[in-house]
């Protein structure tokens, strides 16, 4: 019997430790991220083009498109920075923490300040120099332009620039003093050029400001590849599959294919891509990382020692994945608190993480103001407001929140009840009461406004209106809601008795309506 005991106990410690080990298998898969953005002037906020944004930690590095965006796909959880820099700019080093978290895909923006030149490029004549244009005739391998130092100081220079095609830069002198004026010669290879035309940055760095001027040339011998494209399917709130064909190589040799994507038109390989290598006939790919509820411009490409070819241009719009909350309804518990109803009637396909409602005082609540929370998911939304102010306006509606953002439902105004009870006043009238004469009165609550009727009674005087003030008497008769009575000794002044009914709360004193009667 003991034997089997011991058996018994080695073979569930086994199970268990098997089971442990099979929990903390599921929990070892990694959810990878992105991170993206978009850089911006800092003066006129227009799109940067081609600034070198990096990643810290990690070193990563990638240049913006020509709409200022930037992305980093597969990354890691953790906390991370971003490092950007462009000639003409000051260097920026974004002190703002981005977190990634289980494969979310974070966004952050930022701006940088173009530096203050002393520096001015030009063409031969003098006049100020941005693009530097070798077209397409076979014979026109170099051109010139200067740099002139317009600035009050010296200052060091050096060119730089990144490009095959580019054979030669004439050197210049390390120091550029006030008022000089130092030509420059580049030369191309056409040999190196790949069809159609090409563009690459040229940069004029100095100690003192720098300046960008942009190199062109056109190559017209031989045809790029011919590539077409059909609709995209199975398109999510982020993804959408892709599928192109290569034609015709027209003599190439195919060194790449894949797709270019944008949310503008006409998207080139300078846009968002996808490169999926040699190929000589039909292509796919899912994209991914998609913005939700967005129209997407895709062409195929396939690249050659020929040149490019793009296909025709397909449009999509992936799936909007934003709630839908309705109406919110408002029932009054006491002064200082309300209970709110309102419900998510769609989710539209993704998982709400947080819902509930956000109140506000002075303008239309968002989920930054006052807010309670009703749980997750579809369905009904609940939640007491609370601590309100009697007798006040607020705006409330209800809020979803799912990975893409929070969408809110209609604005509700409501008032808060004010605390103050309503009363009636009883018709007064003398009697005679344990062998003294009294007045007989006392008044009715008839609604407590949601709350304790603390103290009941009449106040009179030979004034009207007389209320809780020293300028009048008072009888305290009882508390709580419904009718009381009151009696009051007769005075010994002639004249006509002005009566109120009141009643007290925490949050004030209602008065009824006031009668009178004649003293003899």
Known sequence: MKKRLLYLTFTIAGLCFIGCNEKEDVFTEERLGSIYGFVTDFQDGKPVANANVSLRPGGESTLTGIDGRYEFKDVKDGDYYIKVSKAEYSDLVDDSVIHVRNGQHMRRDVQIQKLPTNILVTDMNGTELHVLDFGSAASIVSKSFKIFNNGTVSVHCVIEYSCAWIASVSSIPETIIPGQTVPVTVTINRELLPLGENTTIMSVRTDNGSAEITITATSTSGNPPDVNISPASNITATTALCEGRIVNTNGGNITNCGFCYSTSPSPTLNNENVQ?????????????????????????????????????????????????????????????????????????????????????????????????????????????????????????????????????????????????????????????????????????????????????????????????????????????????????????????????????????????????????
């Open 276 to 520: 999926l290598g040699p190929n000589t006939g039909n292509f796919s790919w899912t994209l991914l990382n998609l913005e939700h509820n967005t129209t997407y411009h895709v062409r195929a490409f396939a690249t050659s020692n020929l040149g490019t070819g793009y296909s025709s241009e397909i449009t999509f719009v992936t799936i909007s994945c934003i709630p839908v909350c309705g109406a919110t309804t408002v029932e009054n518990l006491d002064p200082t608190a309300v209970m709110g109803y309102s419900t998510v009637t769609n989710d539209n396909g993704c998982d709400i993480i947080s819902k509930g409602l956000c109140w506000s005082t002075s303008h239309t609540p968002t989920i930054n103001d006052q807010i309670v929370s009703s749980g997750f998911g579809e369905g009904v939304i609940s939640g007491m407001l609370y601590p309100l102010q009697p007798s006040t306006t607020y705006k409330v509606r209800s809020y979803a929140t799912n990975v893409f953002g929070t969408t809110y439902g209609p604005e509700r105004t409501f008032t808060t009840i004010s605390g103050i009870p309503t009363v009636t006043t009883t018709a007064a009238s003398i009697i005679e009461y344990y062998y003294d004469d009294y007045i007989f009165t006392g008044g009715n609550v008839t609604d407590n406004a949601g709350t304790v009727v603390w103290t009941t009674g009449v106040c009179y005087g030979f004034s009207p209106n007389p209320d809780l003030s020293t300028s009048f008497q008072h009888t305290e008769d009882g508390y709580g809601d419904g009718p009381f009575t009151s009696y009051i000794p007769l005075p010994s002044t002639s004249g006509y008795l002005y009566i109120r009914a009141y009643a007290t709360t925490q949050y004030g004193t209602g008065y009824g309506n006031q009668v009178s009667i004649y003293i003899p």
